[in-house]
């Protein structure tokens, strides 16, 4: 059982629906259902009823209510009680895409937990979310950085590449387009393609690439934790960054790039506010990032 899982559920039951919880939280709707479930899997009883107009906690889920928001808060009187008094804590709001960070050996949540060690006055906040929505919270106010899979064009946001991820599409080893080296999107014709949450620029490109081809992608749904699952499983094809771990690890799943003509790439970037001052710690927390990906060594 996770902090998180517990205030996922109060917050769900407060608002009475996961998509309000979700918007409230800055996360999507599939990662607080996911949570939901495994708690109630954990705990061996159902917790909340589900309808189309929302959610309901059941009686068991009454009792954990209670016993949760407890948790909750003291969790968090416990992390404001230890904060030093001696010098004033900031805070980071970081947003990064649903498809999570990059983990690649100058880049991956090791970089945040040394940030962390050498910054003990800057707490990071991380909150997952599509690209389109990071992009929407930094927009609003709601995040001082995100980690988004497009480039964003709005004059009040300042970008920084850190790559441009090659595309490649995972499936079964028993799907006909792996017995290919490479594929066009022409062969995506009648084939499902798994639709992993909006990640926008990625999307945009498969559907003008498959309507210059002379017809329209098929699209299923899939929760981004368990997208290449599915494809591995024989569903269909997934969009997937070519350096994504789970295609040279997951079993029963394989990758195939692009030919020459129909290659494309997705820019994986770091955004700000662009009127975010020079000495701030969001600016400190996106130098250090710039460095740990640029560092080769």
């Not at 009040?156 to 290919?180: C, D, R, V, W, Y």
Request: aromatic share 8%.
């Amino acid at each position: 059982m996770e902090l998180r899982q517990l205030r996922y559920f109060c917050k769900a039951c407060e608002l009475g629906t996961v998509t309000a919880a979700a918007n409230e939280l800055y996360v999507t709707e599939q990662t607080i259902s996911y949570a939901l479930k495994k708690l109630e899997q954990e705990l061996g009883q159902s917790l909340l009823i589900r309808s189309k107009t929302g959610v309901i906690p059941t009686q068991a889920g009454l009792d954990v209510f209670e016993k949760a928001q407890a948790i909750v808060l003291a969790a968090d009187n416990l992390l404001a009680s230890m904060r030093p008094v001696t010098c004033e804590r900031k805070t980071v709001r970081f947003f990064i895409t649903t498809m999570g960070i990059p983990e690649s050996k100058n880049f991956s949540i090791d970089v945040l937990d040394a940030f962390a060690t050498q910054h003990p006055n800057i707490e990071v906040n991380i909150s997952e979310a599509p690209t389109q929505k990071c992009i929407r919270a930094v927009l609003g106010g709601h995040a001082d950085l995100a980690l988004t899979y497009s480039w964003p064009q709005e004059p009040e946001l300042e970008p920084h590449l850190l790559m441009n991820g090659e595309i490649a599409f995972a499936m079964s080893t028993n799907h006909p387009l792996a017995q290919k080296e490479e594929i066009s999107f022409a062969d995506l014709r009648d084939v499902p393609v798994l639709w992993a949450m909006d990640t926008g620029y990625a999307f945009a490109v498969l559907d003008e690439r498959c309507k210059a081809y002379g017809f329209e992608p098929t699209l299923h749904s899939v929760p981004s934790s368990s997208y290449l699952d599915a494809a591995a499983t024989g569903k269909g094809v997934a969009m997937a960054l070519a350096t994504h771990p789970k295609l040279v690890t997951k079993a029963g799943l394989t990758s195939r790039r692009l030919i020459a003509k129909d290659h494309f790439t997705v820019p994986i970037c770091l955004v700000i506010p662009a009127d975010t001052p020079k000495d701030s710690p969001t600016r400190t927390l996106l130098n250090w990032l710039l460095k740990a990906w640029h560092n080769k060594d």
